[in-house]
């Protein structure tokens, strides 16, 4: 009675397996296809909408989207783990050798540009500062709200963990002012907090406090500090329109890096990452496209 | 049938033996790990720059001090909190409290011991790190002290319930003749019934310091990492950096077999020198206590 049963089973399902098999070879699309990404926290977001978008329109792709930090993706993107590393940074040539050393070839695409916003408490009256000041402030040499035009109070410098590229792209920047041969560093008491939403909390409840984010992250009920490039120089405040022509200082370009060319389904993912609907869901997060969409929402600021 | 009982009995010997000897197996083999990746920090860096004041790995600066003191502030201050906090409380479920108080008290202490420390940590950015800069007028809610009440938070359910085991199991005699010869409540608990538990208690409190050093999560979220030197009290109350914090923020993004990996290594050695040097002082008193009391019983 059992073994019949079984046998009854089995053979159900080895029918019912063959029907699937014939129905996908009589499905025109492929099977599923799957697509690793992992990356920068900075761009997490972003490539989590992109993959949802494209994974609706095209049901056979699978897309798996992690964070962990730039150079996570690409030490993964070396190691072969993942097909697509997202960075915020541009890769490094020892992380190139060290992918050639493997036997890859990291190819990079510009897929969006991100503006960095130095954010500080709404209660706080300081809304624009130049970037020397920005600079001195990091590094220690200003240690009041006074010294900028605020109120008497200490300045507590909030930043991400150095192992984060905004963090890295702050320090090049803005510390150094771009400069190769500036070797100055972040006050030993600048607090390094692990995550964007650690320094939006601190900065939202503490008036004493400035910090500094990606434009997308930061939510619309902390204010935002109008950048100088110099003294005397116009202040900017980042936005779309600002970054687009460059007048707002503090911006950089967002990078998937692949291992050699693409082809065949990574191709067409990339390929759609380019075209206007997928640059418009960059627009909505807060991140600037890299070419320009319909003229309606390259002029809408950041909401 | 004897027989088989006799090779049953072989075999489970064996197997508990070989579980308990683990224990140690796996302590030599996870110090062997951390010497064998944390020593050749000795030799990229030099030692003075390895000691010195400025730690950013990024700019090939791996001093450790900062780290250190970082976490033994953090850590001194959550014993300070922890120890008086949870050796009351145990005195007080074991020895004072009525019957159904303890039935009540002694779950929810451990229930408290049984929340993710991640749940605490964001308990301590949105609450207390905001209501401690109000209430303290500090600049920033982000300090040592936020750190170390949220440990102590931690330390206090293990303290409490090894204390409370280690209390209860003094026999009803002891505290029937400290009161036969008069003694009151108090001086039964401080003198006689406390003194008895003493082994006990100093494990519970070695325990306590153990899962408050060790304590990672929490930490990395509300001491603000900043790497500065503690040394006066006064650096209770900035932030400060602790190595847990470092190797957890620090670890995931490190080239394998870089200077920055050993030196990641090397603080983890370090932990794991201080956490043994601890457990032996806690033992070798508790060792001393013992003999001492035989020799006044023999």
């Known amino acids: 009675m059992n073994r019949v049963a079984i046998f009854i089973l089995f053979t159900s399902f080895l029918l019912s397996s063959c029907n699937s098999a014939s129905s996908v070879q009589a499905d025109p699309q492929t099977p599923a296809a799957y697509i690793e990404n992992k990356g920068s926290d900075t761009m997490v977001n972003l490539a989590l909408a992109w993959a949802e978008k494209y994974q609706s329109d095209h049901p056979n792709v699978r897309i798996s989207v992690t964070g962990g930090g730039s150079g996570t993706g690409i030490a993964a993107l070396i190691n072969g783990t993942v097909d697509v590393a997202n960075a915020s940074r541009q890769i490094k040539q020892e992380e190139i050798e060290e992918a050639k050393a493997n036997g890859g070839n990291p190819v990079e695409f510009v897929v969006a540009r991100d503006a960095i916003a130095v954010i500080v408490n709404p209660n706080n009256p300081v809304s624009q500062l130049t970037l020397q000041q920005i600079s001195d402030i990091y590094s220690g040499k200003i240690n009041n709200w006074k010294e900028v035009g605020g109120e008497d109070r200490p300045i507590v410098r909030l930043s991400r963990e150095t192992n984060s590229g905004t963090h890295v792209y702050f320090l090049e920047t803005v510390l150094r002012l771009g400069e190769k041969e500036n070797k100055t560093l972040f006050s030993m008491d600048t607090l390094l907090l692990p995550s964007s939403e650690g320094i939006i909390i601190e900065v939202r409840q503490n008036p004493n406090a400035i910090g500094y984010d990606g434009l997308g992250y930061v939510p619309a009920d902390l204010k935002v500090i109008a950048i100088a490039k110099e003294a005397g120089g116009v202040y900017v405040l980042p936005s779309i329109a600002t970054v687009n022509d460059k007048s707002y200082a503090v911006a950089r370009d967002l990078y998937m890096y692949t291992n050699g060319e693409p082809t065949g389904i990574l191709k067409e993912y990339l390929d759609w990452i380019f075209s206007p609907e997928a640059q418009q869901i960059v627009a909505e997060l807060g991140f600037v496209p890299v070419l320009t969409p319909s003229p309606v929402s390259s002029l809408t600021g950041i909401p | 049938m004897e027989k088989s009982l006799n090779w049953r009995e072989f075999v489970i010997t064996r197997l508990i033996k070989a579980s308990g000897y683990s224990a140690i197996l796996f302590v030599a083999l ?114 040592a002290f936020t750190g170390s009440l949220l440990l102590g938070g931690i330390a206090v359910p293990t303290i409490v319930s090894v204390a409370e085991d280690a209390l209860d199991s003094v026999p009803r005699a002891y505290r029937e003749g400290a009161w036969a010869l008069g003694a009151t409540r108090w001086q039964t608990i401080w003198r006689v019934t406390l003194p008895a538990a003493k082994s006990g208690v100093l494990t519970a409190v070695m325990l306590g310091i153990g899962r408050a050093i060790g304590e990672t999560m929490t930490v990395m979220m509300v001491t603000g990492n900043a790497p500065v030197l503690a040394l006066k009290l006064g650096s209770l109350f900035s932030p400060v950096r602790t190595m847990t914090a470092t190797i957890a923020a620090e670890m995931g993004e490190v080239a394998n077999g870089s200077t920055h990996y050993h030196v990641l290594f090397f603080i983890g050695m370090v932990l794991f020198l201080i956490s043994l040097g601890v457990n032996i002082a806690a033992s070798s008193v508790v060792f001393r206590a013992k003999k001492r009391a035989e020799r006044i019983l023999s």
């Not at chain 2, 159904?100 to 940590?121: A, Q």
């Open chain 2, 30 to 143: 996870i110090f062997i790990f951390l010497l064998r990746e944390g020593l050749p920090a000795l030799s990229d860096v030099k030692i003075a720059e390895l000691f010195s004041v400025r730690w950013y790995p990024i700019e090939e600066y791996f001093g450790i001090l900062p780290l250190l003191t970082g976490s033994l502030i953090v850590t001194l201050g959550a014993a300070l909190i922890a120890v008086p906090f949870g050796i009351g409380t145990a005195v007080y479920i074991s020895e004072i409290a009525p019957r159904w108080v303890r039935e009540i008290l002694k779950p929810l202490v451990e229930l408290l011991g049984g929340l993710p420390s991640v749940v605490l940590g964001f308990l301590g950015i949105l609450v207390l790190s905001p209501f401690l800069r109000v209430f303290l007028d500090l600049p920033t809610g982000l300090t």
